[in-house]
């Protein structure tokens, strides 16, 4: 079983918690504003606490009406080394306790932090553009901006073990679920691992029943470009036996299908043999329809990607890789 996973990030953010030793001074120019949140509402914290560990020593800020006033001590280094010093953070909100290990110590600056929690699904409108949702069942993360910085930083953390109080509401919210909802959780479980062939059939259902459609149908509450991201991160997570029926989507829609591109362009880069290994077994119009995605909606936003992939469609020289190259070289042409 993995260990949960520390990821670490730049991206434009918003607040997060505050420190302060007894000797700082209680000014807000000195402290960190706090807010707590699961799935993207606040929490208000009876007891909001923040500890620290740095070099072996436990430090708690003395808390203000503005949070925590940031410990001096925490920066009392002036060498380049203070850069590279790490600490741990653990928080607790009411029933909530959360740890954060390795947090560069800068980080700990006057500004805002937010910490918090994301259960699937809300996990893929929070993090969907990270690899953090591609383990475990649910992530705790913490957002740091301090004053006058521009983009801020997060982390975050995968935890293994599906959180029973939630799994149990989402499958009483299951029976009688509007189809919209009932596809939201049917996502949710099958990351939870409850039931997951049955949910992940429903999802691939829906997705089919979205496809029937015209094409230029509008999204709706079902078929909208979240219900792909929910089967693509079923793959990521390691479910092979979408990837067959993912390829076959191949196609250009203005619903559904919208960021279709970038998922192929992520899956040659990073799964390429199992891509063409798969691509072999649909029709040659949809291989060249998947290569033309994916360099029209990534590799043209991203050519250090476009490079790589390149290099690996030469390295297989296979009449799938040969007609992906060419499709992808052609794009880069115009």
């Not at 009392?76 to 928080?91: A, I, W």
């Not at 560069?104 to 996990?123: D, H, L, M």
């Not at 293994?160 to 189809?179: E, I, N």
């Amino acid at each position: 079983m993995k260990a949960p996973i520390l990821t670490t990030a730049l991206l434009l953010l918003s607040g997060i918690a505050t420190v302060s030793v007894a000797t700082a001074q209680n000014r807000s120019n000195d402290s960190i504003s706090t807010s707590f949140a699961v799935d993207g509402q606040q929490v208000a914290c009876t007891d909001l606490k923040i500890a620290f560990r740095i070099e072996g020593q436990r430090i708690v800020p003395r808390r203000t009406h503005q949070g925590f006033v940031v410990p001096a001590i925490l920066h009392e280094q002036t060498s380049d080394s203070t850069v590279d010093r790490k600490l741990d953070v653990n928080v607790v909100c009411n029933e909530y306790r959360l740890e954060f290990d390795d947090v560069p110590a800068a980080w700990v600056n006057p500004g805002r932090w937010e910490v918090g929690i994301a259960y699937p699904p809300y996990w893929i409108e929070r993090f969907g553009w990270t690899t953090a949702i591609e383990e475990g069942t649910w992530v705790s993360y913490l957002e740091s901006e301090c004053n006058g910085c521009d983009p801020g930083v997060f982390t975050t953390r995968s935890h293994l073990t599906p959180p029973q109080d939630v799994v149990a509401r989402l499958r009483k919210d299951q029976v009688g679920a509007s189809v919209g909802r009932a596809r939201d959780i049917a996502y949710a479980l099958a990351v939870f691992g409850v039931d997951y062939q049955s949910n992940r059939d429903l999802l691939m259902q829906s997705l089919q029943i979205c496809l029937s459609r015209p094409k230029e149908s509008p999204e709706d509450d079902v078929c909208d470009s979240t219900l792909l991201k929910y089967m693509t991160n079923l793959y990521w997570r390691g479910d092979p036996e979408l990837l067959l029926p993912l390829l076959q989507l191949a196609d250009y829609r203005k619903d559904v299908l919208t960021e279709l591109g970038y998922f192929y362009g992520d899956l040659l880069d990073r799964h390429t043999s199992d891509a063409l290994r798969e691509m072999e077994q649909i029709p040659v119009d949809k291989q060249r329809v998947i290569c033309r995605l994916a360099a029209e909606d990534d590799f043209s936003l991203d050519p250090p990607k476009l490079d790589r992939v390149s290099q690996r469609l030469r390295a297989a020289a296979t009449p799938t890789a040969t007609r992906c190259l060419k499709e992808t070289i052609a794009h880069k042409s115009n």
